[in-house]
């Protein structure tokens, strides 16, 4: 059984930085793509950034410059550092990972930007 567990997210204000972490534990042979995504209130889980063994990235375009996605593959952590937040960025944001074919999401962490 895998689990991903995220930490980090929280309030903070616009033009703020948050840092989401997601460690993998279980039984994990190796981790193909990890990466975030997110969803507001009413709207559809999106992509923010994708990161790949290789650590080869993608970004969503309304990301790019402001929000950086890296992996510690020792440690199976994937990392989103989100600068100068907007406060439309408000969403629960879910780690997923891609093992041996199998897609696992995590619980989600609330980002809330707001004054």
């Known amino acids: 059984q895998v689990q991903l567990v995220e930490s980090g997210g929280g309030l903070v204000q616009p033009g703020g930085s948050l840092r989401l972490s997601c460690a993998a534990s279980?039984?994990?042979?190796?981790?193909?793509?990890m990466a975030w995504y997110r969803q507001a209130p009413g709207n559809q889980r999106d992509l923010v950034a994708a990161?790949?063994?290789?650590?080869?990235?993608n970004y969503a375009d309304s990301v790019k410059g402001r929000f950086t996605i890296s992996r510690d593959n020792a440690r199976n952590t994937v990392y989103l550092q989100m600068n100068s937040l907007r406060p439309e960025e408000t969403a629960v944001y879910y780690c997923?990972?891609?093992?041996?074919?199998?897609?696992?999401w995590g619980q989600g962490t609330q980002v809330n930007v707001s004054s």
């Open positions: 279980g039984s994990i042979f190796s981790i193909n793509a």
């Open positions: 990161i790949t063994s290789g650590a080869g990235t």
């Open positions: 997923y990972a891609q093992i041996r074919g199998v897609k696992y």
